[in-house]
């Protein structure tokens, strides 16, 4: 098959974003998650991904007026068990009547899986089983996919370094031919020793990261970087309060690097009805 | 100058085409570079970035790559009046980088500073900055959107077409050459090969269109000797590919350009700014763009 190939005018670019459903957030991105693009957002276990990518996908069944994108969602999940209980509490609140029936789940257990849930994903994309398109993508998380059968040799290295670009091809591909967001969660790995980042490499704004007090690098090194095309990081720091003697947590959220977007960083919360963004 | 009537009888039929390095110098000294938006970046590179050749610009994520690719896109369009070459781009993005919105603020940065340097420019010229719209900048962008290697060889191929008809287009970037040829190639001589035979058309339309080719490239860690070292994606065979080779780094909390690779350039570094603009100096009280 020729593929057809056509230049096009910058201006008739699709400019959509989705709302990640607060506004301080959204201010910080401006407007949202781009479409057509993959984002990646990394963190340490409960810093906030999973939460955070639930609400996307009730935020993607908002109409455009209100940064929706008036779509259905595909969730690939590789961490166990599924969130359904906290997805149907934060559920209540959407304004659709059956937000759930609109939220397709898959699990992945390995990358090939990942891979081949992807290309059958590809009919659920042309032809939605309900009246509304597909056009939100979430992996939560990459890194869970590559926890095992890889070693730390050059030529496991090399092959898992050939998976990232064929899923990321993938991904970005359905992002282009659908409109969709891509929104994919990463882990992240203590750095040891002075140098900087993760095998003394800096990327994007920060020299270093930092979570629960250590410094961290997002999961899966240099390879995987270049798969994304944004990266935020979520972090997390437990305080103690000297009045009252009782510990919050505090989180923040960084863009780390992004083609559309400046340094910058925004404290949040996670209260019952979501993910919120704190003004100061 | 007046040299160059005395090699006339060179272009006899057995050498047809062929110049006198006297002539090529001339030449060289005639044609107009391409800003990059940062004074001591353009000084470096002679100028700016250079057109009949194929720059090689590499850097982890999140340096600035797409950043420039997307200034240089923009910057190609400066009208002649204001130093620039009045031209249009060609942008393959084959990794969704490239963002209109951004696009539309390099090229309002481009505009602001053009008037700023230009207020003395009468107002009815066409080339007022004035007068000029961003939105104008982006719609003189020919952008592609490949999504495998297939399609990005089709791109390569069809471009040399495509330049046939659009004579204005003074440069082309793509963005980055590799992130589709580092999945699992069955057959690597094949993959060999293809990059071979692309960056051979690529010379030949920078050559052929006088126009800069500008290839953005990954870096990846290789295993050497028992450690980890950078270097730049697909390996040596693709190093010859390009006539420049510029890597971007961190130097502590600075971005600096490097000259890896030019065979006319010194090697040298410096240090460049990503502001909402665009690319910048990092020394604030230069201008950008010099009246010629």
């Known amino acids: ?280 | 100058m007046s040299r160059t009537s005395k090699a006339r009888n060179l272009d006899g039929p057995a050498l047809k085409g062929a110049q006198t390095a006297w002539d090529m110098l001339s030449e060289e000294q005639m044609q107009r570079h391409i800003t990059t938006g940062c004074e001591e970046l353009d000084a470096i590179l002679g100028g700016g970035i250079h057109c009949k050749e194929v720059t090689e610009i590499g850097g982890v994520p999140g340096i600035g790559k797409t950043q420039l690719g997307m200034q240089l896109a923009i910057n190609v369009q400066i009208p002649v009046d204001c130093g620039g070459l009045n031209g249009k781009a060609v942008y393959i993005d084959t990794e969704g980088s490239f963002m209109a919105e951004r696009a539309h603020q390099i090229a309002e940065g481009c505009i602001s500073d053009l008037s700023i340097n230009f207020v003395h420019q009468r107002k009815d010229s066409i080339s007022c900055p004035e007068r000029m719209e961003p939105n104008n900048f982006l719609a003189n962008i020919f952008y592609f959107r490949i999504c495998s290697y297939t399609e990005q060889i089709a791109a390569i191929n069809y471009l040399e077409k495509f330049l046939e008809e659009q004579k204005d287009v003074k440069i082309v970037i793509i963005d980055s050459i590799t992130f589709h040829f580092r999945q699992d190639f069955d057959d690597l001589a094949l993959r060999t090969r293809v990059l071979g035979g692309m960056s051979l058309k690529l010379m030949k339309c920078a050559k052929k269109h006088s126009l800069a080719v500008v290839l953005l490239n990954q870096v990846t860690t290789k295993f050497v000797e028992g450690s980890f070292q950078l270097s730049l994606a697909l390996g040596d065979s693709w190093s010859h590919s390009s006539t420049n080779r510029i890597i971007l780094y961190w130097n502590g909390n600075e971005r600096y350009a490097y000259i890896d690779k030019s065979p006319s350039l010194r090697s040298a570094s410096a240090p460049f700014l990503v502001t909402s603009k665009g690319i910048r100096n990092v020394t604030s009280h230069c201008k950008r763009v010099r009246m010629m």
Not at chain 1, 42 to 62: N, P, R, V
Request: hydrophobic share 40%; net charge positive.
């Open chain 1, 1 to 280: 098959m020729v593929p057809v190939i056509e230049p096009l005018n910058p201006l008739h670019l699709p400019p959509q974003k989705l709302t990640l459903g607060c506004p301080v957030l959204d201010r910080l991105l401006r407007g949202g998650l781009p479409v057509g693009s993959v984002t990646e957002i990394a963190g340490e276990s409960a810093a906030g991904k999973t939460q955070l990518c639930l609400q996307l996908l009730l935020s993607a069944l908002l109409p455009p007026s209100r940064g929706g994108l008036s779509a259905s969602s595909l969730f690939i999940h590789s961490e166990f068990p599924f969130p359904l209980r906290r997805l149907r509490s934060l559920s209540s609140s959407a304004s659709l009547e059956n937000p759930l029936d609109h939220i397709f789940v898959a699990a992945a257990h390995s990358p090939y899986d990942l891979l081949s849930l992807l290309a059958a994903a590809d009919s659920l994309f042309a032809c939605p089983p309900t009246h509304l398109p597909v056009r939100l993508i979430v992996v939560d998380s990459i890194a869970a996919l590559f926890r095992s059968d890889f070693d730390n040799t050059p030529s496991d290295l090399k092959k898992r370094s050939f998976l990232f670009f064929k899923i990321a091809a993938k991904l970005k591909e359905q992002a282009r031919r659908f409109g969709s967001v891509v929104v994919v969660t990463n882990q992240v790995v203590d750095v040891v020793g002075s140098e900087e980042g993760a095998n003394g490499l800096r990327l994007g704004n920060y020299a270093c990261l930092y979570s629960s007090g250590r410094r961290v690098s997002p999961a899966l090194g240099l390879s995987w970087a270049n798969c994304v095309n944004t990266r935020l990081f979520l972090s997390r720091s437990d305080e103690v309060s000297n009045s009252s003697g009782l510990s919050r947590t505090r989180r923040r959220m960084q863009v780390v690097f992004a083609p559309h977007l400046p340094e910058g960083s925004s404290e949040f919360a996670i209260v019952r009805d979501g993910v919120f963004g704190i003004d100061h």
